[in-house]
């Protein structure tokens, strides 16, 4: 339990059988904890702080670097079976039980694969920005990533400006709130920036994800989920990605935010909070 | 022009080539004015207080009934070419050429062919809770109607609990306050109730758009559109309603809400107002 928010709160770390794992923690509620999974690339300090603090108005949310992610040790594997099974034993060695999950783009499969392996683990789950097995995008993200890269270097600006948010003048003003946001962390010990071993792991997954997985296990899956996202998702489109999510899983709500993107609920930060916090809440 | 509030706007009649519309305005914003289509067996009473000051915040916005509805004079007819027919007539006889429509429902599908008779007069649109023509749902609305009004006797309920909400606690508690919104009227000219014959006509052409009319014109439609609704909408189903008509118009925004059904947008009225006013506004 901790009274820090997003910015404040310090990074620790925990030995996972024998290998540290970086988190965070904040917020005070007493019920069912919710644990957040990351992107691709990402590292704790890129959680959007206006997300984290807003659901830990009412919850314990808890940031994790899977293994090899960040400040973590290890070696990230290049599969989500076994990211699945890191991101139990970290369960294991925090000593939660069952949780809720928001996983958002490759935490959202990281999520879905853990609901499967693991269903005595989880309560609910927000599937954010993510996709089903088999479906367009995740094996692309690699040469996505580097199109972003390029065109923020000509552009002189970050590459998720492209990558998660419209080209359109809201979008881009999200785009501004929401860096200047990741900014706001006060506490010095900023995370380490992700590894070329980890991303290159990650980018292995994501391609077997989109070409030799099958979503039929979705079918089986009895957690209520949130599934959400912008409506043009210029990573893992909307339409493939989010909208079948949606019909796979048999026990869903689904939000979709319009002029958004791959970032839809960090542009909608406040109106996802409310109704990610609603559906935990019920 | 007016300064009256949804509640307060006191009804009036155009004539409408020696038939008189009614028709309330609310808001006094200085651009295009935003029309007010409605859904089946609504008048002027049916539009949420909510929807409507929320939007003529920013907007000068037209309430209407159109022919033999409510207050209207005439005979409805049973076509939506002929709806769409008097709606801009409705828009001559008011001095009113380029205009934006929000569509409800019924008025959704009104609004769709207004874009395609008559292009020019609609610069922007909100279709909510509509679907495209050979969409599944609109031809059995007669049939959903009945079983709700039974329903909602036996429970002691209005229909639009079951008709425009979710059962879950949230939509009844939503359901709750929407009506509760509708009777905030103080003004003394409530709408005549809408007839059977209006009624019968409505059916007929939901009848037809799903039986017998093709959605092919949409690729035509040049306006943007934002297409929004609740996720499980029990009248018109959100995938094959919402979904596939934010697929077949060329250039949509699509905006959908979690555990809400038809009456998404009365239910999230907030949200809604914020992201129709920031599509309108662009």
Same mark, same amino acid.
Do not use: C
């Given at each position: 339990m901790s009274a820090a928010t997003a910015s404040s709160a310090p990074t620790k770390t925990v030995d996972v059988a024998g290998t540290p794992f970086a988190y965070r923690e904040v917020g005070t509620g007493e019920g069912v904890p919710l644990v957040l999974l990351h992107h691709v690339t990402a590292v704790l300090d890129d959680w959007d702080p206006a997300v984290v603090d807003g659901l830990a108005a009412e919850r314990r949310v808890v940031l994790v670097d899977l293994r /090899?992610? &960040? *400040? %973590? /040790?290890g070696t990230t594997p290049d599969t989500f079976e076994a990211m699945a099974d890191d991101t139990v034993a970290f369960l294991d060695a925090l000593g939660l039980g069952e949780v809720d999950l928001l996983g958002y783009s490759l935490g959202g499969i990281v999520a879905q694969v853990v609901a499967q392996?693991?269903? #005595?683990?989880? *309560?609910r789950m927000i599937l954010a920005a993510t996709a089903p097995a088999g479906a367009e995008g995740p094996a692309a993200t690699g040469a996505t990533l580097q199109a972003a890269v390029q065109k923020a270097t000509e552009q002189g600006k970050h590459p998720k400006h492209f990558l998660f948010f419209e080209p359109s003048p809201a979008g881009q003003a999200a785009a501004d709130a929401f860096l200047a946001r990741l900014d706001e962390r006060t506490a010095d010990d900023r995370d380490t920036p992700i590894s070329d071993q980890a991303v290159g792991a990650q980018l292995t997954a994501l391609t077997a994800w989109e070409q030799?997985? %099958?979503? +039929? &296990?979705? +079918?089986?899956?009895?957690q209520p989920v949130l599934v959400v996202n912008g409506? =043009? #998702?210029?990573?893992?489109?909307t339409e493939t990605g989010t909208l079948r999510l949606a019909q796979l899983l048999p026990h869903t709500k689904l939000a979709v935010y319009p002029d958004? &993107? =791959?970032g839809g609920i960090f542009q909608y930060h406040e109106v996802f909070v409310r109704q990610a916090l609603d559906f935990l809440r019920d």
């Amino acid at each position: 339990m901790s009274a820090a928010t997003a910015s404040s709160a310090p990074t620790k770390t925990v030995d996972v059988a024998g290998t540290p794992f970086a988190y965070r923690e904040v917020g005070t509620g007493e019920g069912v904890p919710l644990v957040l999974l990351h992107h691709v690339t990402a590292v704790l300090d890129d959680w959007d702080p206006a997300v984290v603090d807003g659901l830990a108005a009412e919850r314990r949310v808890v940031l994790v670097d899977l293994r /090899g992610v &960040g *400040r %973590s /040790g290890g070696t990230t594997p290049d599969t989500f079976e076994a990211m699945a099974d890191d991101t139990v034993a970290f369960l294991d060695a925090l000593g939660l039980g069952e949780v809720d999950l928001l996983g958002y783009s490759l935490g959202g499969i990281v999520a879905q694969v853990v609901a499967q392996q693991y269903p #005595d683990r989880v *309560r609910r789950m927000i599937l954010a920005a993510t996709a089903p097995a088999g479906a367009e995008g995740p094996a692309a993200t690699g040469a996505t990533l580097q199109a972003a890269v390029q065109k923020a270097t000509e552009q002189g600006k970050h590459p998720k400006h492209f990558l998660f948010f419209e080209p359109s003048p809201a979008g881009q003003a999200a785009a501004d709130a929401f860096l200047a946001r990741l900014d706001e962390r006060t506490a010095d010990d900023r995370d380490t920036p992700i590894s070329d071993q980890a991303v290159g792991a990650q980018l292995t997954a994501l391609t077997a994800w989109e070409q030799n997985t %099958s979503p +039929a &296990g979705l +079918a089986a899956v009895k957690q209520p989920v949130l599934v959400v996202n912008g409506d =043009h #998702d210029a990573m893992w489109p909307t339409e493939t990605g989010t909208l079948r999510l949606a019909q796979l899983l048999p026990h869903t709500k689904l939000a979709v935010y319009p002029d958004s &993107g =791959h970032g839809g609920i960090f542009q909608y930060h406040e109106v996802f909070v409310r109704q990610a916090l609603d559906f935990l809440r019920d």
